[in-house]
């Protein structure tokens, strides 16, 4: 007889059991943001709504309340991204070479990594450059991630010096290199760079909590968190509706939060699998 093995057959049932446990917080929002007040109540397995309805999301734009925060996160993702992309990558570049002190510049770097001045002294130097309730508090502060910066300077320094010396020999200066000649060559770790600060940028919230009073200057992620904590149609700003609960206008703004992200990870996500190895030492 041939003997059967059961480890495959448990191996898939496990994966596809933890795949669904996790998908289904993710279906019960999108599911309650389109039920109906009585049914809402009814129903404690939400599986799908028997008379689906969009009146929840009608609710929410019809408000205009997510519209500062949206056309903030636009701005701050992608002006953001460009500016610590392009800040990043000329650190790194700069420190992948060796000149005097260029060691214990690295280590200061480094040190910002596990030690800071806290959140008052942040607070003051923020208040006296101007930033409290400026769109730039989001970007200038954030410019270049210590992690990022490592990474593309590990990256940087692979590159083979014989084709710097052979550009050198053709009159190009560091400058010249450094756009003509690295960064070309450098597509996808800048491709994943940037996908990593345009995620950060996107989820951005401390910041929004701390230094943003202006509530058409606050984030998504912020906005989500005071209509997720409200626990009246008042607190939340939305007229009462008789035909959608409010547990179900919060699940509606959630959807909306994270549908962008949600869309474009899916095409993006070959990068972050590939950020996992770039500028890794190869065996």
């Known amino acids: ?22 998908v289904y917080p993710f279906w019960y929002t999108l599911v309650g943001s389109m039920m109906k007040y009585e049914e809402y109540f009814a129903k404690t397995l939400f599986i799908w709504p028997s008379s689906p309805t969009l009146e929840a999301y009608r609710l929410v734009l019809r408000t205009g309340l997510i519209y500062g925060p949206m056309r903030t996160n636009l701005i701050i993702t992608s002006f953001g991204t460009a500016y610590s992309l392009l800040f990043t990558a000329f650190c790194a570049y700069g420190l992948s070479k060796k000149f005097p002190g260029s060691r214990f510049i690295m280590l200061m770097i480094v040190f910002t990594m596990f030690f800071s001045g806290g959140l008052i002294p942040q607070y003051i130097l923020y208040r006296r450059l101007g930033l409290l309730n400026n769109i730039l508090v989001y970007i200038l502060p954030s410019s270049i991630n210590t992690f990022n910066l490592i990474v593309t300077r590990t990256y940087f320094q692979g590159f083979l010096p014989d084709i710097e010396e052979a550009a050198r020999i053709d009159g190009c200066n560091a400058f010249s290199i450094f756009f003509r000649i690295v960064l070309p060559l450098s597509g996808p770790m800048l491709a994943t760079i940037g996908l990593f600060y345009a995620v950060s940028y996107w989820n951005m919230f401390f910041t929004s909590v701390f230094f943003i009073t202006n509530n058409n200057l606050r984030t998504l992620s912020d906005f989500l968190y005071r209509i997720v904590r409200a626990t009246e149609a008042e607190d939340l700003g939305y007229y009462v509706s008789k035909v959608v609960s409010i547990a179900s206008v919060k699940m509606a703004t959630t959807m909306l939060v994270i549908a962008p992200i949600l869309i ?20």
Not at 4 to 9: D, T
Not at 11 to 16: A, L
């Open 1 to 22: 007889m041939k003997r059967v093995n059961i480890f495959p057959i448990v191996n898939h049932f496990f994966f596809v059991l933890l795949c669904l446990i996790m």
């Open 264 to 283: 474009v990870y899916p095409f993006l996500q070959k990068y972050f699998v590939k950020g996992a190895t770039i500028g890794a030492v190869k065996g």
